[in-house]
């Protein structure tokens, strides 16, 4: 399976915070593949781990990048970073 890539702004004011992560990770375990969130700095945690998401310490600003491998790795891709485009859902 290839991997897929794709990287992405994390625009909502509190970045990826603990709801965001948890959001992220409850999506992410709906998919056969495996997500992982990579930061700017080089840090990288998988997708089913909250503490794991909340160490990479991503703010409003910055860039991460989502990799996906896996049977479902497109759909989980693009979940993933829908969810993260549309800040989370979240209301500022």
Same mark, same amino acid.
């Given at each position: 399976? %290839?991997?897929?890539?794709?990287?992405?702004?994390? @625009?909502?004011?509190? &970045?990826?915070? #603990?709801?965001?992560?948890?959001?992220?990770?409850?999506?992410?375990?709906?998919?056969?593949?495996?997500?992982?969130? @990579?930061? $700017? $700095?080089?840090?990288?945690? =998988? #997708?089913?781990?909250?503490? &794991?998401?909340?160490?990479?310490?991503?703010?409003?600003? @910055?860039?991460? =990048?989502?990799? #996906?491998?896996?049977?479902? #790795?497109? %759909?989980?891709? @693009?979940?993933?970073?829908?969810?993260?485009?549309?800040?989370?859902? $979240?209301? $500022?």
């Amino acid at each position: 399976m %290839p991997l897929l890539s794709k990287t992405v702004l994390i @625009q909502n004011r509190l &970045g990826l915070h #603990a709801r965001a992560a948890v959001k992220l990770v409850e999506l992410s375990q709906s998919f056969d593949a495996l997500v992982t969130i @990579q930061s $700017e $700095e080089g840090k990288e945690a =998988t #997708a089913d781990s909250v503490m &794991g998401l909340l160490m990479l310490e991503s703010a409003q600003g @910055q860039y991460i =990048t989502i990799n #996906a491998e896996g049977s479902q #790795a497109e %759909p989980a891709l @693009q979940a993933v970073s829908s969810l993260i485009e549309h800040k989370f859902d $979240e209301d $500022e």
